[in-house]
Structures are given as C-alpha cells and as structure tokens.
C-alpha cells in the first residue's frame, strides 16, 4: 500500500496479558517511530530505528516496552504485562532517512486495557 | 529540552472565516517546526513543515504557517475554513540530531455550520 499500515487498529487486553502491535512502513522508508497518544493528548515519542538498528529508545515508559524491526521493514511494538495506564493510541510513522523529520504516520492502534 | 505549547485546547469558528491557531516553541536553535492534523479514528497528516528559508510557508488544503523567531512562534492559519477543516491540529518540532519530533497538546477546531 501506499502509507503506513498498523494493525490491529483496535484491541482490548485484560490486564496483565501480553499484546503485541505491529507496523508496516512506507516501502523504502529507513526510518521509523513508535508514539503513544493518551486520551486528550499529542503523541509522545517511544522508540526509533533507522533500518534495523534501535537507536534511540529513550521513550519507552519502561521494561515492560519492547520493540523490533528485525529485517529493517516491519516492526513490532510488544506490551509485557499490561497495566491501565498503558491504554492509549500508539501510533508507528516512517520516513526517508535524508529527511527524518518529516514523518509520514499510520492510523494508529488503540489498545484498551481493562 | 524542546517543547512545544498550544494555548488553545478548543477553538470554534464558523464556516468561511478566517482561522489562526497558535504554536508556541522552546528550543535554543533553529527549529524544524511541522503542522498536523488528525481527523476522528486517523493518524496524523502533515499540513505543511519549516525548515529553513522563507518563513512563510504553504501547506496543504489551503493552509499556512509562520516562524517568527523573535516570538518563538509557528502559528498556523487559514483564510476561509470548510466544515472538513473540523479536526485536532497539533504542532510539533524537531531537534537536530534528535529525530523524534515533540509535540504539543492539541488544538481542537469545531466548525459551525
């Protein structure tokens, strides 16, 4: 397709459970981003990659956060032992890597956890 | 650190006047200052994006922004909205060197009819 595919786009988690989300950037795109969006909030930065490579995962809320790009295309956010305030909107953009900044964003998965 | 700061978390205007949102930016260098807005159930679409040069920039869907530096601001305007304009707009800057953008809270525009 023609942008950035996430899926699922909706998913509901008991807490505790573990969830995992996952991102299909722009073809040819380097770079990639993971952002969580709280109820009534902007997005905020969680990780990012450039190819396979995580270099910078500064966002991640804690250890319980983990993401992979293994082969520098798809990647996957994983949630370990979801807690409430982990419900959100988490949004993956992907850009060229000459121009990181202007990222292009997918629809978003909105996770529910209860 | 950079931040960035949307004073107005709710604006209504009625359709076919004029629109300014406003964006508020810390950060001690040149920014790289973007515009998005996100419809109900979307991601984010980029409006239009600052640079460098002219501080007057286009997007598009007929809107524009500019930087001024000495009120470390990117506000965004329209001169005619349409009901399809009513959305969450949301400012955002980047760092060099730094990749992720930062974003501020969200305006979110409602147009009367």
């Known amino acids: 397709g023609a942008g950035v595919s996430q899926s699922p786009r909706y998913k509901v988690a008991k807490r505790g459970q573990d969830v995992a989300l996952r991102c299909d950037p722009i073809?040819?795109?380097?770079?990639l981003f993971w952002y969580q969006q709280a109820l009534g909030q902007g997005p905020e930065f969680l990780t990012y990659?450039?190819?396979?490579?995580?270099?910078?995962k500064s966002g991640l809320p804690s250890d319980r956060f983990f993401a992979e790009r293994p082969e520098g295309s798809v990647s996957t956010l994983k949630i370990q032992r979801t807690q409430q305030e982990d419900s959100a909107v988490y949004l993956c953009?992907?850009?060229?890597?000459?121009?990181?900044?202007?990222?292009?964003f997918g629809p978003g998965t909105r996770l529910t956890v209860t | 650190a950079q931040s960035v700061t949307q004073p107005d978390i709710h604006i209504t205007v009625s359709e076919g006047a004029s629109l300014e949102l406003r964006c508020n930016y810390s950060?001690?260098?040149?920014?790289?200052l973007f515009w998005y807005v996100q419809s109900p159930g979307q991601g984010l679409q980029l409006l239009l994006k600052y640079f460098s040069g002219d501080t007057l920039v286009q997007g598009i869907k007929g809107f524009e922004a500019e930087f001024k530096r000495s009120q470390s601001s990117f506000n965004l305007r329209k001169p005619s909205v349409h009901w399809s304009d009513a959305a969450e707009y949301f400012c955002a800057v980047g760092a060099a060197g730094a990749q992720k953008l930062v974003f501020g809270q969200g305006t979110r525009l409602t147009i009367n009819p």
């Open positions: 990659f450039q190819n396979e490579a995580q270099l910078d």
């Open positions: 950060y001690g260098a040149t920014p790289y």
């Open positions: 073809s040819g795109h380097v770079s």
């Open positions: 953009a992907s850009s060229f890597g000459q121009h990181p900044y202007e990222q292009y």
